[in-house]
């Protein structure tokens, strides 16, 4: 079975691509490797900051690898926050001041279309490619659910009448945006 390391200090993506690959990918994660460094994402755009991270990995530990960032874009605020959803409230913030944030700024305001975007860059020798994945939806007034991770409870996918973090993770990772980069990059792996 081929091995790749996932290029994530995050425990919740890590858990989310393992069940989404298992039986057909071995997936590494840094502490697996012995990576214990944080790799700074600088780029200013989601496919930057995946790129960052894959090519760390590969430089520094030699093992073919790959690595995601994510972005919440809202269409009332300009696509933001975009490529800074993980610090959106600054430096020293966390999931909670993130949305708090969020729905300060969309107070009051009736389009809350939203995407989640997912961009994945896959390291294997010396070829890199690139993985999108998109969901559409709309975020909430309020949290809405205990699931899941990030603006998770913020966000209804179109289709549903639920949160990611109220339909499981059986459900959200058939249907998120990272499940749709991580489907593109198992069939490319697998050469389906």
């Not at 069940?19 to 600088?42: H, K, N, Q, R, Y």
């Not at 959803?85 to 939203?114: F, H, T, V, W």
């Not at 639920?162 to 593109?184: C, D, P, V, W, Y």
Request: glycine share 10%.
């Amino acid at each position: 079975m081929k091995k790749l390391v996932f290029a994530t200090n995050n425990a919740h993506k890590l858990r989310e691509v393992r069940e989404m690959l298992e039986g057909e990918i071995t997936v590494l994660s840094l502490a697996d490797i012995g990576c214990s460094e944080t790799i700074p994402e600088t780029a200013d755009t989601l496919q930057g900051n995946a790129l960052i991270k894959a090519r760390y990995i590969k430089t520094h530990y030699g093992y073919d690898c790959f690595a995601d960032d994510t972005g919440l874009q809202v269409v009332q605020l300009g696509g933001r926050p975009g490529v800074y959803s993980a610090r959106y409230a600054g430096e020293e913030c966390d999931p909670e001041k993130n949305m708090q944030k969020l729905l300060g700024e969309l107070e009051g305001i009736d389009d809350r279309r939203a995407s989640f975007i997912t961009v994945v860059a896959l390291i294997q020798g010396e070829e890199e490619k690139i993985f999108e994945g998109e969901v559409k939806g709309r975020i909430l007034e309020e949290k809405q659910g205990s699931e899941g991770f990030g603006y998770d409870p913020l966000f209804v996918p179109d289709g549903y009448e639920e949160s990611f973090a109220q339909l499981g993770e059986e459900t959200k990772n058939h249907i998120s945006h990272r499940a749709r980069a991580m489907q593109k990059m198992k069939e490319y792996l697998l050469g389906k």
